[in-house]
């Protein structure tokens, strides 16, 4: 059971290169999320998704764009990458608003 | 959205108790959560508490809830450095509100 799997672990792009980071979970949750880790800052809510077909804003969501056209897929896609993007990015799942949620191990994106 | 406040350090020696605390806004959250993150690792679940209830108990961990003052707080007995990680309060919604971590050190 490989819980959250997030792709790459590691990234650096340049600035106004495009890239999806990847997040796939074989639980069968319907909600999943996208949180950005900052220094001091805590975890910072992207975008997130309550079952495949919809999704909505989290509380920094530009720059950022996310479908979800499977239960198991949540890809988080950056348009144009700015320095501000550098960040770690975790993926979250869970089965349902409020219960348990499952974090992949982030992605630690550098943009130059 | 949801606020969700905590004390960013914590020091305390090896062998006694740390508490970590945790206030929030939205009395409408169901579950109250606490995650660890050690430097470099994702985030792992500690333990977490249903708002109907006031206490739990796992371990070294005890877990105390007070609605009415909306405060969350996490005790660990015999502290250990291995304990020394960042500790987060989440409070669920359709996604988990974070605050900014309380980074926990623990010296000998």
């Known amino acids: 059971n490989a819980g959250v799997t997030q792709t790459p672990k590691f990234q650096v792009l340049k600035t106004g290169q495009s890239m999806t980071l990847q997040c796939a979970q074989d639980m069968n949750h319907e909600y999943m999320s996208w949180y950005r880790q900052d220094p001091g800052m805590g975890l910072r809510l992207i975008h997130y998704?309550?079952?495949?077909?919809?999704?909505d804003q989290g509380e920094v969501p530009n720059g950022y764009n996310v479908s979800r056209s499977t239960t198991e897929d949540f890809p988080l896609r950056l348009l144009s990458a700015a320095p501000s993007q550098t960040s770690v990015y975790f993926c979250?799942?869970?089965?349902?608003?409020?219960?348990?949620?499952?974090f992949g191990q982030g992605t630690r994106l550098t943009v130059v | 959205g949801e606020d969700v406040e905590q004390s960013l350090f914590l020091s305390v020696r090896e062998g006694d108790s740390s508490v970590i605390n945790c206030t929030y806004t939205d009395s409408s959250s169901t579950y109250l959560y606490w995650y660890k993150q050690e430097p470099g690792a994702g985030l792992q679940l500690l333990t977490y508490i249903f708002s109907n209830m006031d206490m739990k108990q796992d371990q070294r961990l005890t877990v105390l809830l007070n609605k009415k003052d909306k405060h969350l707080s996490l005790r660990i007995a015999d502290t250990q450095t291995g304990d020394s990680a960042i500790y987060f309060c989440?409070?669920?919604?359709?996604?988990?509100?974070f605050g900014k971590g309380t980074s926990l050190l623990v010296t000998p």
């Open positions: 989440a409070v669920s919604g359709y996604a988990l509100n």
């Open positions: 998704s309550v079952g495949a077909g919809i999704t």
């Open positions: 979250a799942s869970s089965y349902g608003g409020g219960t348990e949620a499952f």
